[in-house]
């Protein structure tokens, strides 16, 4: 059993910066894989961004690559997202979640097994 807790949602300027922290406890951290995801209001939950077990290895959705970084900290037990020129259509809640299937870099929902309960990001324009 994995619990996951995000933090550090908010409202901000289109343009603007948030860091999304996610802690997790439980199991051992690092022998997860982890991501970051979204969900808009009508809208189907969406990849944002992946990290292997031991930070090696990231994927990134297109619509935030090169935006949006990803990192975790084993020792800490915790994974951000860094969220940087943040537009309108970033306004969602974002949920992190935890992976132990042999994927690396897992991108489709169904192969998490544990997920937190989101924080709100909204972005003014």
């Known amino acids: 059993q994995v619990q996951l807790v995000e933090s550090g949602g908010g409202l901000v300027q289109a343009g603007g910066s948030l860091r999304l922290s996610c802690a997790a406890s439980g199991r051992a951290f690092s022998t997860y894989a982890m991501g970051w995801f979204r969900q808009a209001p009508g809208q189907e939950r969406e990849f944002v961004a992946a990290i292997s077990r031991r930070g090696s290895r990231t994927s990134y959705a297109d619509s935030v690559k090169g935006r949006f970084t990803i990192s975790r900290d084993n020792a800490k037990n915790t994974v951000y997202l860094q969220m940087n020129s943040l537009k309108p259509e970033d306004t969602a809640i974002y949920y992190c979640?935890?992976?132990?299937?042999?994927?690396?870099?897992?991108?489709?929902?169904?192969?998490?097994?544990?997920w937190g309960q989101g924080t709100q990001v909204t972005v003014s324009s």
């Open positions: 979640a935890s992976s132990g299937t042999t994927a690396v870099v897992p991108s489709a929902p169904g192969l998490y097994e544990y």
